[in-house]
């Protein structure tokens, strides 16, 4: 499911918008150890699969951050703003992460917008993000984002 809104009009009103689903992404060993090599950490939850399988959560796990990084393409499909001269990610209120992502899960974001305020020549939209392991009952990821949009 896709918004799309036009300028910053368009934007103001979707204050309290429940903007659905974006599509489920595969987490693959390969893209876990591509993330470690990035960040440099190697922590063996995450890249030693062998070892990993006798540990606590049975195999290896996403990076906590790698993913909230995953955030950005799948928020990228909830809201499409078009209009604007520059759009940009302006940080985060809060992140938590309840629940591991364990290899070979897909995850997807469903969004809701908080609020749509005015800031300097554009507006600041808040939004809370939701990340679903599909198949489990508790979230990967709750974050607030921030976004602005300028004219």
């Not at 290899?103 to 679903?132: F, M, N, P, Y």
Request: hydrophobic residues 40%; contains cysteine; aromatic residues 8%.
């Amino acid at each position: 499911m896709s918004t799309t809104v036009r300028g910053i009009e368009e934007i103001r009103n979707q204050t309290g918008a429940d903007l659905g689903h974006s599509s489920w992404v595969e987490i693959t060993q390969p893209r876990v150890d591509t993330f470690a090599d990035a960040t440099d950490d190697h922590q063996w939850i995450h890249v030693d699969p062998e070892r990993a399988a006798a540990g606590p959560f049975g195999g290896t796990i996403a990076h906590g951050y790698l993913t909230l990084s995953l955030l950005i393409p799948m928020w990228s499909e909830l809201l499409r703003v078009e209009g604007v001269s520059m759009a940009v990610n302006y940080g985060l209120n809060k992140v938590r992460f309840p629940s591991p992502v364990r290899v070979g899960s897909k995850i997807r974001t469903h969004g809701r917008v908080v609020s749509v305020e005015d800031v300097r020549g554009g507006v600041e939209a808040v939004v809370d993000l939701t990340v679903q392991i599909d198949g489990v009952d508790k979230p990967a990821c709750v974050a607030q984002a921030v976004y602005r949009f300028y004219a």
